[in-house]
């Protein structure tokens, strides 16, 4: 799989889900992947949240775009927004993002047995995203 072709996508998503236009610049020119927070505030990944980002990408031949952090009663969460290797899913993942659904691999700090792959609700928000479900 071409990582630019991924790329590529990964701004595309981006764009589609309208996160602020100066972290698409940051991601695109830089490989700077940001997270929300709080309801779509945006932060910098600190360094241990750059190493689980690189260790799925590497681990899955994924490409992490954005990821949403929050804290729920299962736990400590970081939802990881990913374009995969798969070309032939990238229409239905583009599908999912017009009806406010994201795929994304989704750890759970608290207990890393309940990590899973999936689709999750998503709400345009403060420039970044909020997780709805």
């Not at 070309?87 to 239905?92: A, C, F, G, L, Q």
């Amino acid at each position: 799989m071409n990582k630019e072709l991924q790329k590529n996508e990964a701004i595309e998503r981006m764009k589609m889900l309208e996160i602020y236009p100066a972290t698409i610049r940051e991601f695109k020119n830089e490989n700077i992947v940001n997270k929300s927070e709080h309801g779509g505030i945006l932060y910098w990944l600190d360094e241990n949240e750059q190493e689980m980002v690189k260790y799925f990408e590497e681990k899955h031949n994924a490409l992490v775009y954005h990821v949403i952090h929050n804290y729920t009663e299962f736990g400590e969460l970081y939802a990881l927004l990913y374009v995969s290797k798969n070309e032939i899913e990238w229409d239905y993942d583009r599908d999912d993002i017009r009806h406010n659904i994201a795929i994304a691999y989704v750890i759970n700090l608290n207990d890393t047995a309940c990590s899973e792959f999936g689709s999750i609700g998503i709400q345009k928000q403060f420039g970044g995203l909020a997780r709805t479900c």
